[in-house]
């Protein structure tokens, strides 16, 4: 039997209704039903200080550490999707876990106080510790994950880390989420981004613009995935009309990561 043929005013305003609104956080469709954020989705990103929920975000990203499963449910009852951020790629030394990582796999600091470079090719030690941060995350209700420091590799870590064994640890990041039920975000590491895309559901980024970088996130806007990004040394008219040309989801920030924010 002939179809009935839709008007074109009709079609166009069918495949609007399908479209994801620019500022939406994505959908639940991905891979075994994970969240995947979309392009343009708006965010904050708050890791110190008292917890300001009256941001109006679909996205918090917010330490897993130090909030409960009470302070994501919360979130959540707002209707704000929630990740966890961990670090993946360094020790800190005032985390509740600290003594759990032998003396072995820590290397030089990374810059920040406290904080020391992991050597993530000790993949039998690293694995069973993060699997517990993730599984914290889990517990806690959490959507998605943020792993920090996952380039070392890039960096004067202590250790003779090579590409190959970043591309590896990452990955194995990513399945420990994955198999979470969780979402995972790439956090920086640009050159390795078109070999990662497919293992990550968004990308987190610093600085991009202050060193002229952004186009390299274009892969994982081209998958249809989020790149949340944060500038803390430009002024937003510096950066703002090429993020919004790119489709990042940017915003200006200090580097304590507090409440603060000046959005795109």
């Given at each position: 039997?002939?179809?009935p043929v839709l008007s074109t005013a009709l079609l166009l305003l069918l495949l609007a209704g399908c479209a994801p609104a620019p500022d939406d956080d994505g959908d639940d469709g991905g891979a075994g039903g994970r969240w995947r954020p979309t392009p343009g989705t708006a965010w904050q990103w708050q890791l110190s200080g008292r917890l300001d929920t009256s941001v109006d975000v679909p996205v918090y990203d917010i330490d897993g550490f130090?909030?409960?499963?009470?302070?994501?449910?919360?979130?959540?009852?707002?209707?704000?999707?929630?990740?966890?951020?961990?670090?993946?790629?360094?020790?800190?030394?005032?985390?509740?876990?600290?003594?759990?990582?032998?003396?072995?796999?820590?290397?030089?600091?990374?810059?920040?106080?406290?904080?020391?470079?992991l050597d993530i090719r000790a993949t039998d030690v690293l694995e069973p510790l993060m699997a517990e941060r993730l599984d914290m995350c889990?517990?806690?209700?959490?959507?998605?994950?943020?792993?920090?420091?996952?380039?070392?590799?890039?960096?004067?870590?202590?250790?003779?880390?090579?590409?190959?064994?970043?591309?590896?640890?990452?990955?194995?990041?990513?399945?420990?989420?994955h198999d979470r039920g969780m979402a995972v975000g790439l956090k920086n590491d640009l050159d390795q981004i078109p070999e990662l895309v497919d293992d990550f559901d968004f990308a987190v980024n610093e600085q991009c613009a202050q060193y002229r970088e952004c186009a390299d996130n274009q892969p994982?806007?081209?998958?249809?995935?989020?790149?949340?990004?944060?500038?803390y040394e430009l002024p937003t008219e510096r950066f703002c009309a090429d993020s919004r040309e790119l489709r990042l989801s940017s915003m200006l920030k200090k580097y304590e990561l507090g409440a603060w924010r000046e959005a795109c």
């Open positions: 039997m002939r179809r130090d909030h409960d499963e009470t302070a994501v449910a919360g979130l959540h009852e707002d209707g704000r999707k929630v990740i966890c951020y961990v670090s993946t790629g360094a020790w800190e030394d005032f985390r509740p876990d600290a003594e759990k990582f032998p003396a072995a796999v820590l290397g030089k600091g990374n810059g920040w106080e406290g904080e020391r470079w889990r517990e806690k209700g959490f959507d998605a994950v943020e792993p920090d420091n996952m380039d070392g590799y890039k960096n004067e870590t202590g250790f003779p880390l090579t590409g190959d064994d970043q591309l590896r640890y990452n990955r194995l990041i990513a399945k420990l989420a994982f806007i081209d998958a249809g995935k989020a790149v949340f990004h944060v500038e």
